[in-house]
């Protein structure tokens, strides 16, 4: 079955330390793969995407990601985080689905960040 | 431009009653649709369209109505409010359905 996994569902990190968020797929073929985040009472806002090419993406704030295809995996990384990183990550998947096509979305992992 | 824009940012309602959440868009994007967003389950695609005129659901689309008479608005109608549909509700609009997706603020809701 198809599937997204944020396997984190709460990180905490101090201000300045370098942060991984992982996540994980389950599909037979490359799928479209973002990532969004949500700060707290808001909407969520697209941080990166990968649709095909290079597999390490850059995204906005500093943001950056990638694409292992041997790991089904598409793990976000920042190399130092500020306060205003604290919110909700999701990730999300773009699948084929008969002649359509469809988003599946992981449950978020919340991310804390210490002074 | 203002981009989705949802009304109204919180509401209570009795269990029976009737609304509708309001969506707009401004951005001329084809495809919209509605999530809910509850506390462990993520977001969860409730209806969605791909165009003026045309609807479909999503993965929990029962007590919820859409229409879709304009490119521009997207509501969402509760017909009979339940308490399991006390959550946050998001509406999100994109070029395509697998397309950079903007969303609204959201709407809460409380249904007592």
């Known amino acids: 079955a198809q599937s997204v996994t944020q396997p984190d569902i709460h990180i905490t990190v101090s201000e300045g330390a370098s942060l991984e968020l992982r996540c994980n797929y389950s599909?037979?073929?490359?799928?479209?793969l973002f990532w969004y985040v949500q700060s707290p009472g808001q909407g969520l806002q697209l941080l990166l995407k990968?649709?095909?090419?290079d597999t390490l993406v850059q995204g906005i704030k500093g943001f950056e990601a990638e694409f292992k295809r041997s790991q089904s995996s598409f793990n976000l990384r920042k190399p130092s985080v500020h306060w205003s990183d604290a919110a909700e990550y999701f990730c999300a998947v773009g699948v084929r689905a008969g002649n359509n096509r469809k988003l599946i979305w992981g449950l978020g992992t919340s991310l804390a960040v210490n002074p | 431009n203002a981009g989705v824009t949802q009304t109204p940012k919180f509401q209570v309602l009795k269990t029976g009653q009737s609304m509708t959440l309001q969506c707009a868009q401004d951005?001329?994007?084809?495809?919209m649709s509605w999530y809910r967003q509850d506390p462990g389950m993520g977001l969860r695609l409730i209806h969605y369209?791909?165009?003026?005129?045309?609807?479909d659901q999503g993965e929990v689309p029962n007590g919820y109505n859409v229409s879709r008479s304009t490119t521009e608005d997207f509501p969402l109608r509760l017909l009979s409010a339940a308490p399991s549909q006390t959550s946050v509700y998001f509406c999100?609009?994109?070029?395509?359905?697998?397309?950079?997706?903007?969303f609204g603020p959201g709407t809460r809701l409380l249904v007592l």
């Open positions: 599909y037979g073929a490359t799928p479209y």
């Open positions: 999100a609009s994109s070029l395509g359905k697998q397309e950079t997706q903007y």
């Open positions: 990968y649709f095909s090419g």
């Open positions: 369209s791909v165009g003026a005129g045309i609807t």
């Open positions: 951005m001329n994007h084809e495809y």
